[in-house]
């Protein structure tokens, strides 16, 4: 299994990001998949998730309107649009097989600050 995310930096708050994850090694057609972000205070949080076809999607409440998730399954690739960050938004923010992380890609860094 490989999961490779992109998209991160450093923007300013209101701004956006569009986080990329490229999956590779299983079928991800029939995979859940997860959006979870991880910083030094609050360790690693379940940010989104999506079903395998892309209909039904969950976010955590701090996120609820801003970040909208979705996949393509021809292109096995997961997104994560970011609108209206904040700076408790920073984080290195993963793609993730399971809800814990066990299988994650190496991370991209999302740095809200003016």
């Known amino acids: 299994v490989q999961l490779a995310e992109s998209g991160g930096g450093l923007v300013q708050p209101g701004g956006s990001l569009r986080l990329s994850c490229e999956a590779s090694?299983?079928?991800?057609?029939?995979?859940?998949m997860y959006w979870l972000r991880q910083t030094p205070r609050k360790g690693l949080e379940w940010v989104s998730r999506i079903n395998e076809n892309g209909y039904t999607t969950f976010y955590t409440d701090s996120v609820k309107g801003r970040f909208t998730v979705s996949r393509d399954n021809a292109k096995n690739t997961l997104w994560l649009q970011m609108n209206d960050l904040k700076s408790e938004d920073t984080a290195v923010y993963y793609c993730?097989?399971?809800?814990?992380?066990?299988?994650r890609g190496q991370g991209t860094q999302v740095t809200v600050s003016s």
């Open positions: 090694g299983f079928t991800f057609s029939t995979a859940w």
């Open positions: 993730a097989k399971d809800l814990n992380g066990l299988t």
